[in-house]
Structure formats: structure tokens, C-alpha cells
């Protein structure tokens, strides 16, 4: 089966050993994402509601790069530093998956790998062989 490591650019990358997302089959995991913009730099700074938006836009985009869209996301996992902004950080997560609804879970840590940082999100998505069919008659 065919393995595609598809990278956000970000330095650490190569250096820590780890891809944006990997696409396995029709499976695509998305590592733990968090609200570094393209120059490195932290978007969102003390704000959860800005820094969710930010990092499932780069999810977004990772998915596309995967051959993949949001709407095949089926779990995401929302790690967060103080639970008591879930409802901002639920707010951007609903804009993206409202009538998506993947299966989802949010946790409180202790922190993240920059202080500045509040959330991070990892996403699993699949991505159907064949299309969706709507026609329920058999014949």
C-alpha cells in the first residue's frame, strides 16, 4: 500500500521526524496541528477562537494536499490549556464541522510546546473508494 507524507515546511519537521499528514489507503491522519502561520510565526496570540481557525485551515489545507476534503474527517482531537475557553474553541471547530460532526474530543493539558500556544488539533479523515451513493434501491 502506498505511504504519502505530505509536509507543512515547518524546519522541525525533518528534525523531530514527523509529517503535516500521512496518507495511507483512503486513511489520512493529521498530526497534532498547531497556529504557526507560513513564517513561523504564532497567530492568534492569547486568543483560542482565532488560533482553532488558523490551525483547521492548515488541517484544511493538509487535506487537500492528501487528495482528501473536511468533509471526510471522521475524528478530530482537541487538546486545550484551559478548558474554560472550550466554548471559543468549539465555536471555530462547529464553523468547520457543523454538519460534518466527526467524532470529537476535547481535553484540558497541562501545556503545549510554546506557552503562547492554546490549542492544538489532530484530525483523522477517510476518504470513501467509491462514490456515495444515494440511491437505496437494490436491484
Request: glycine share 10%; charged share 20%.
Amino acid at each position: 500500500m502506498n505511504r504519502t507524507l505530505i509536509s507543512s515546511g515547518a524546519p522541525w519537521e525533518p528534525l523531530v521526524g514527523y509529517s503535516r499528514a500521512v496518507r495511507v489507503g483512503n486513511q489520512i491522519h493529521v498530526a497534532g496541528t498547531t497556529s504557526v502561520g507560513e513564517n513561523g510565526i504564532l497567530v492568534g496570540k492569547g486568543d483560542a477562537y482565532a488560533q482553532t481557525r488558523q490551525i483547521l485551515t492548515i488541517i484544511k489545507q493538509a487535506l487537500e494536499e492528501a487528495g482528501a476534503s473536511m468533509d471526510h474527517v471522521v475524528r478530530t482531537r482537541v487538546y486545550i490549556t484551559d478548558i474554560s475557553t472550550w466554548e471559543q474553541v468549539g465555536r471555530a471547530h462547529g464553523e468547520f464541522f457543523g454538519s460534518i460532526r466527526p467524532a470529537s474530543t476535547m481535553v484540558e493539558v497541562a501545556g503545549l510546546i510554546d506557552s503562547d500556544m492554546l490549542v492544538e488539533i489532530e484530525a483523522t479523515a477517510i476518504v470513501p473508494d467509491l462514490p456515495l451513493s444515494t440511491d437505496s434501491s437494490s436491484g
